[in-house]
């Protein structure tokens, strides 16, 4: 369902994503792993249609993210390293404010948004002001206005980062229930939360494709890379 292709992308002489190129199957959880500077949030962006291309192209269904970024905006939801938000917003406010930024009608926002603070235990939170969340809290709002519109793939950059146990564990259910209706792109330092969660682990080593395996696969090959890279 989703197909990149040759994406590059530098920063000055910098080449952060250097001519990636994958394939996502439909239901699929992949993992995208890396160091720090790998390269995950410059291609996550690039995916999601916030951050141009130097080169390649993204596929959804076979509609170009580049040519089509207002009619995909609904098809895709995104959930940031950090949540773009202005923090007097009470949860409230920002979902609505989310929702009208998807192009969603007044006819379906209602209902999406009731759904969205279902899905994420976000009820008692709903007229607090954003500033005011812990950071778990934060992600769940940020969950949220992702899945506004049902869209169908999931971009998640590091959605369990600085949350606490219980939190993380909350996250992790969230992002299993949500799997259920999605592709879901996943970006994380931690293989336990991979081994949860994903089918496919893509690494990212210096902006390309380091090894793109099924989990499966990886759990009976014993992968060196992995296991002295990130600490199985
Ligand atoms: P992290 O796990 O720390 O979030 P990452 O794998 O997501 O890392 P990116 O954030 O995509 O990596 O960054 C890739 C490289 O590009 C890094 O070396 C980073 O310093 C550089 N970079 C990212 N954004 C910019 C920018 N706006 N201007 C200049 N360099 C940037």
């Known amino acids: 369902m989703l197909n990149v292709s040759h994406l590059t992308r530098s920063y000055g002489s910098f080449v ?31 995916i999601s249609g916030y951050l141009e291309a130097n080169a390649g192209d993204v596929l ?3 509609m170009s993210i580049t040519d089509n970024a207002k009619a995909i905006q609904r098809e895709l939801g995104y959930l940031p390293e950090n949540l773009p938000v202005y923090p007097e917003m009470t949860v409230a406010e920002y979902l609505d404010y989310a929702a ?43 969950v949220a206005q992702a899945i506004l519109g049902q869209p169908k793939l999931l971009i998640l950059d590091e959605p369990t980062n600085g949350l606490d146990p219980e939190q993380t564990q909350h996250m992790r259910r969230l992002i299993k229930e949500i799997s259920k209706n999605a592709t879901v792109i996943l970006s994380t330092h931690i293989m336990q939360e991979v081994d949860a969660l994903c089918d496919r682990v893509i690494i990212l080593k210096a902006g390309k494709i380091a090894l793109d395996e099924k989990l499966e696969t990886l759990k009976h090959s014993k992968n060196i890379v992995l296991e002295t890279d990130y600490q199985l």
């Not at 994503?17 to 439909?26: L, P, Q, R, T």
């Not at 993992?31 to 995950?40: E, I, M, R, W, Y």
């Not at 939170?125 to 969340?133: C, M, N, Q, V, Y």
């Open 100 to 142: 009208d930024l998807k192009g969603l009608s007044d006819l379906v926002k209602v209902d999406e948004i009731k759904r969205a603070i279902k899905a994420t235990d976000l009820a008692a939170k709903l007229l607090a002001p954003i500033h005011t969340l812990s950071r778990g809290y934060k992600q769940r709002v940020g």
């Open 16 to 46: 952060a994503v250097d001519d990636v190129s994958f394939s996502i199957n439909k239901g699929e959880i992949l993992g995208l792993l890396g160091h720090n500077g790998a390269g995950k949030t410059t291609m996550m962006k690039m």
């Open 60 to 62: 959804l269904d076979g």
